[in-house]
């Protein structure tokens, strides 16, 4: 199993519509969770923190299941500039090291 | 700019030549990671330091490539006779000591990357 675990769509959506990302992870002692955004050629850009109990910024939702070893990642109104590849990050307990997920590719339509 | 610098943002080499990445931390980070990246991929982790100190450097290829991150100075990234399979865009990113967050480990900021292409 990897650990670190991202369908990689392509996930096509019309501009407004909710999307919705998972993320798995293997390692029940990760504690730090990250999402990125990557455009095309260009570095990963932290979007945000989950913290256990959920939180929001703007448009964006992520959530944190312990129990399944799952993070997830909610956009609301999907705008057109949502359109780039989204990182799932996790820390490797023991380590200072950080597990990048394949990433999940977005694109919003006009 | 007080972000992560890197340099140079493209990089061209001969195969056999020597390539050298360059990378300054965000100001009032003492730790940096290499990742390297290949088209259509995931970011692949290489190696961590903090200043004077090769902390993590399992990702790192055995041969060719090391990495120092000196007392004054930047990051370098070197990778000796260069192949083919070298060209990637190679990211570096920094963050506050690991563990002061006051959640968990502090997210890491990265650099714009810089890109090698091997000829």
């Known amino acids: 199993r990897k650990e670190v675990e991202q369908d990689p769509g392509p996930f096509n959506v019309p501009e407004g519509a909710t999307v919705a990302f998972n993320c798995t992870y293997s390692?029940?002692?990760?504690?730090?969770f990250f999402w990125y955004r990557q455009d095309c050629r260009k570095e990963p850009k932290l979007l945000m923190s989950?913290?256990?109990s959920g939180n929001e910024d703007g448009r964006f939702t992520a959530q944190l299941n312990r129990a399944s070893q799952y993070i997830s990642l909610l956009i609301r109104d999907s705008k057109l500039s949502d359109s780039a590849t989204y990182l799932c990050?996790?820390?490797?307990?023991?380590?200072?090291?950080?597990?990048f997920g394949t990433g999940t590719r977005l694109k919003v339509l006009a | 700019n007080a972000g992560v610098m890197q340099n140079p943002r493209h990089l061209v080499r001969r195969r056999g030549q020597e390539a050298r990445l360059r990378c300054s931390p965000m100001?009032?980070?003492?730790?940096v990671y290499w990742y390297r990246q290949l088209p259509e991929e995931g970011l692949k982790f290489m190696v961590y330091?903090?200043?004077?100190?090769?902390?993590?450097e399992s990702g790192m290829p055995k041969e060719r490539f090391s990495a120092e991150f000196p007392k004054e100075g930047p990051s370098i990234l070197r990778i000796q006779q260069v192949v083919r399979g070298d060209s990637a865009a190679y990211f570096c990113?920094?963050?506050?000591?690991?563990?002061?967050?006051?959640?968990?480990?502090?997210?890491?900021?990265f650099g714009d990357g810089t890109r090698l292409s091997i000829l």
């Open positions: 990050v996790v820390n490797k307990p023991g380590t200072y090291k950080y597990i």
């Open positions: 390692n029940s002692a990760s504690q730090s």
């Open positions: 989950v913290y256990s």
């Open positions: 330091l903090q200043k004077e100190n090769i902390i993590d």
């Open positions: 100001k009032g980070h003492s730790h």
């Open positions: 990113a920094s963050s506050p000591l690991p563990g002061t967050g006051i959640k968990g480990n502090q997210p890491q900021h």
